[in-house]
Nanobody, 121 residues
Framework: QVKLVESGGGLAQPGGSLRLSCTAS????????MGWFRQAQGKEREFIAA????????YYADSVKGRFTISRGNAGNLVYLQMNNLKPEDTAVYYC??????????????WGQGTQVTVSS
């Protein structure tokens, strides 16, 4: 079983920045992709970004391209989501997830509990 724990959410002003972290643990961690998703109140969960654990390829939703960056931590079981130029419409619960096979879009196998991001002045 893989456990994912997110941290780093909170309140930011429009135009501000936040960095989310996701720590993976478990007997065996062998993800093919690590992804970030978000769910705003009253809306469906949506894909935000994914990182290939094998070749480092990155994928982004159009809504965050150029503002958000997914990256891998040096520890090997960490993934970050750097969020810049935040907008009120970025307000949502953000989830980290892992997937054991390609492609990067599809059903993810493990999920974190989520962390709230609120963008408001």
């Amino acid at each position: 079983q893989v456990k994912l724990v997110e941290s780093g959410g909170g309140l930011a002003q429009p135009g501000g920045s936040l960095r989310l972290s996701c720590t993976a643990s478990g007997r065996t961690f062998s993800a093919a992709f690590m992804g970030w998703f978000r769910q705003a109140q009253g809306k469906e969960r949506e894909f935000i970004a994914a990182l290939s654990w094998t070749d480092g390829s990155r994928y982004y939703a159009d809504s965050v391209k150029g503002r958000f960056t997914i990256s891998r931590g040096n520890a090997g079981n960490l993934v970050y989501l750097q969020m810049n130029n935040l907008k009120p419409e970025d307000t949502a619960v953000y989830y980290c997830a892992s997937r054991n096979r390609p492609p990067y879009l599809g059903v993810y196998d493990y999920w974190g509990q989520g962390t709230q991001v609120t963008v408001s002045s």
